[in-house]
């Protein structure tokens, strides 16, 4: 049985958003579908933006080494990765890179002559949330604003804004 918006207390749904919600409220209840509210806050920041971006753009460079990531992010433990079975081995070594500055690798290192790289996923939930799937939203949502942008379609632009 799906959560109707009725079933929420009004607070769940950020403030901001009343004025915007019988944009969809009412299709979501006549096609019966459940939803728990809009995002409340995403911390725009373009260094991540521009990770998110690599990472959806050289997504097959990236695909093993995240599987690696995600497997080891509960764990918190580091593990090495060797570089030499990846096609593009720079890609890996940017993005791991990035991802340490901002504290979302708890370790970062090339060792054995810079053959192998040593990464730890960080504890924190922010990144936990980042590696098992907030990522892909993210570059989902910043393909979609681009091509709105592109055919300048500014309601649809301002209703896709509201769910992220």
């Not at 929420?8 to 009412?26: C, D, E, F, M, V």
């Not at 096609?31 to 521009?50: A, P, R």
């Not at 433990?77 to 504290?103: D, R, Y």
């Not at 922010?126 to 500014?154: C, P, S």
Request: include cysteine.
């Amino acid at each position: 049985m799906p959560i109707r918006s009725t079933d929420l207390p009004a607070a769940s749904l950020h403030p901001q958003n009343h004025a915007a919600r019988p944009l969809y409220t009412g299709f979501f209840t006549e096609h019966n579908i459940g939803y728990m509210g809009c995002i409340e806050e995403v911390v725009k920041s373009k260094t991540l933006d521009n990770i998110v971006l690599t990472m959806g753009n050289h997504f097959v460079d990236l695909q093993r080494w995240l599987l690696l990531i995600k497997r080891n992010v509960a764990s918190s433990g580091s593990f090495q990765i060797q570089l030499n079975e990846f096609k593009n081995p720079n890609i890996i070594i940017q993005v791991s890179e990035q991802l340490f500055k901002i504290a979302y690798l708890d370790e970062f290192a090339l060792i054995k002559g810079g053959k192998q790289l040593l990464i730890s996923p960080s504890r924190l939930p922010v990144a936990h949330n980042f590696f098992t799937g907030f990522w892909l939203e993210r570059y989902i949502f910043l393909m979609i604003d681009k091509v709105l942008k592109q055919f300048h379609l500014q309601k649809l632009h301002s209703f896709i804004a509201i769910w992220w």
